[in-house]
């Protein structure tokens, strides 16, 4: 059975992301630390044999995508089911502020419940199906081949749960990084993880 290893990458930092704002849908931009942090990544994944480069459709990765298909000369895949879980009421809030305004959303919200919908938003399972089934399309398509996909925090918290059988309740034991390299492989089916959270190309990026 052949072996997909799927390079994903968190797009560089935002604003948002320095604020601890709830990001989701909404179609924020790199920051200059950020555009640096693409630049660095770009540099770094030169010289990779990957197949494709695929993208979130939000600017924040398309944009760090685009930084590394320039060094590399692929075209990047757009595909809209590799952006963030959509957060609906909580977008642009801080945490203190998703708690103050909507007290009853935000406590389902904690409560972790995997098929609570956040109004105008949507939940964590169908976030996982829909993400997963991307994820899964992608590796099968590129059968053998190493393929770099550029997406969000919370995509890479779920491929880290689906290769580790960790329920969506479970606290997750690793960081989510702006601009790392995370190696999954895909055969039959499922999901391993082979490296995560390497930032050594981000050591040359001020802060």
């Known amino acids: 059975?052949?072996?997909?290893?799927?390079?994903?990458?968190?797009?560089g930092e935002t604003a948002w992301n320095r604020e601890r704002r709830m990001q989701g849908h909404t179609d924020t931009p790199l920051s200059a630390i950020g555009r640096a942090q693409a630049a660095a990544l770009a540099r770094r994944l030169s010289e990779a044999a990957m197949a494709a480069i695929y993208s979130s459709d939000l600017q924040r990765a398309r944009d760090t995508?685009?930084?590394?298909?320039?060094c590399t000369g692929h075209e990047v895949i757009a595909d809209p089911r590799l952006q963030e879980r959509r957060f609906g009421i909580f977008e642009g809030l801080t945490y203190e502020e998703m708690s103050a305004r909507y007290p009853e959303e935000f406590a389902r919200f904690q409560?972790?419940?995997?098929?609570?919908?956040?109004?105008?938003?949507?939940?964590a399972c169908e976030?996982?199906?829909r993400c997963l089934a991307c994820l899964a399309e992608i590796a099968e398509k590129h059968a053998g081949a190493e393929i770099v996909v550029v997406t969000h925090g919370l995509v890479l918290d779920l491929l880290y749960r689906?290769?580790?059988?960790?329920?969506?309740?479970?606290?997750?034991p690793v960081p989510l990084l702006n601009a790392s390299l995370n190696a999954f492989v895909y055969s039959a089916g499922a999901w391993r993880l082979e490296s995560w959270g390497d930032i050594t190309h981000l050591e040359v990026v001020k802060t």
Do not use: K, N, Q, W
Request: net charge negative.
């Open 162 to 172: 689906a290769a580790h059988g960790m329920a969506h309740d479970t606290p997750r």
């Open 65 to 70: 995508a685009t930084a590394i298909a320039e």
């Open 111 to 123: 409560s972790r419940d995997p098929d609570y919908v956040i109004p105008g938003g949507e939940s």
């Open 1 to 11: 059975m052949s072996e997909t290893t799927l390079i994903v990458v968190r797009h």
């Open 127 to 129: 976030f996982r199906e």
